[in-house]
């Protein structure tokens, strides 16, 4: 994920029922939106969606490693 190499890191990816959910962390939810729209636009259109959600202290991956047995 080249688009993002410098500001944002994907932390971990949930899948269920055929669907892929991919967590990032990024400073600025602005400059991710930014950047995965230019790597997307000469793409055909996919169903996305998209929420930000503010987690400074990273508890969701937490959870996740918890959940996972690697915390």
Do not use: H
Request: glycine fraction near 4%; include cysteine; charged fraction near 25%.
């Amino acid at each position: 994920m080249a688009f993002v190499e410098e500001g944002a890191i994907l932390a971990f990816v949930i899948t269920q029922d055929g669907c892929a959910n991919l967590n990032f962390y990024t400073a600025s939810s602005e400059w991710f939106f930014e950047r995965l729209n230019e790597a997307l636009a000469d793409k055909p259109p996919v169903p996305i969606e998209i929420t930000a959600e503010e987690d400074p202290r990273w508890s969701e991956y937490l959870a996740v490693l918890e959940a996972t047995g690697r915390a």
